[in-house]
């Protein structure tokens, strides 16, 4: 791209940004996420951080503020009042002073605080910022190994599909099986009103998200009792990377800082997550799977979130290996990362997770491949990321075939990592 081009595409990007900024926080897009999302906010941040550090930093601290007292820091922050969206605080009922919902999503909070941290001009600012939120993301790390790794294995479980970030993916469909839909509650969905419903969840799946809501909120959102009591339990390679890659992020962090206990903790978690990440390895496909806990077996399903533990530190031969199934995926895609293995039946290029490419996914395998010495790989997708924005403009989600805009438009995140792509390798 010449550097005129570079230059308007950044702009067009901040104008993303500064239309969905609400002061303190930011939406993911107008109509279909009229609220604060948690891991979108965190790599949001990043974004921001190029034109106004402090707001950047304050992206972080507003989703902090709502962190509960055990811990988990949940997944939307419901600030104000719109009845655009659906499950909204009157299905949750949490109880939390500002309404949240009841569940979390990836930790990818230690990650960005870092690198706000690593880049910052502001030396003053960032040292203040980065020391009160020291403990708190040290609180949630810890929340997550207390409450959804009970016999100490080293990795988590996530017990509802929202809180992997990849929320419709074809990893859960078998463990979905196992949930009811007796008893959910009549409702009406909003996200079709936003959203072509071929490119978002079926009715059969919407049914048991509430499901899990409603069974979860029957317990009293207490987390020492969700994960036990959930019939979806499931170990999302993903979903570790981005904590194992937070918890080292926060360590090197805490060090810096001169918080040892944290720094000596969140190594400990690191070290212990990228062994145990081993269990999760498939050699059939060339990359990571998911693990269904209630089940107690492997999941036959080769989605993107296997290709995330790159982001950790993971060994050099499984990093390579995951280079060459990047390698071999691309063959049968226009853009890169598709969500989901393009040969594979179950495969859609435009719903929901099922084989949509995603920004901000692309940026944390990148990320990693290039960290990993893989940097030719991590070019091709950052340069098909970039070729998307370009050709569909800021969307949520693109068809990794035809580049078609998929979901919401002028989305934050999508706008945030372009900024990133373009910008953060200085
Ligand atoms: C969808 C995505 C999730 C994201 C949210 C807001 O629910 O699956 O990862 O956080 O939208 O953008």
Redesign the pocket.
Known sequence: MISLAIDETIARAVEVLRENDQGTYTI??KGL?PFQ????SCLTALGLAHYDEARAWTEIDTLFAHQWPDGMVP?IVFHVWSDGYFPGPEVWRTNRPTATSGIT?PAVAGFAVRRLFDRAKDKTLAVERARALLPKIDAWHRWFYENRDPNGEGLVAIIHP?ES????SIDWDDAFERVPTEGVEPYTRRDILHADPAHRPTKAQYDRYIWLLQHFRGLGWDNARLHDASPFQVVDPGFNAILIRSAADLADLAETLGEKDIANANRARAEKGVAAMERLWSDAHGQYICFDRVAGKLVDSASVGGFLPVFAAIPESRAAAIAATIERIAGKAHYIVPSHDPGDARFDAKR??RGPVWLVVNYMIADGLAAAGHSQMAQRITQSSLDLIAESGFA?YYDPLSGEPLGGSR?T?TAAMVIEFLKGRG
């Open positions: 993911p897009t996420y999302w948690n891991w979108d997944h999503q929202w970030g990849r929320d419709n929901y997770w949520e989305f995140w």
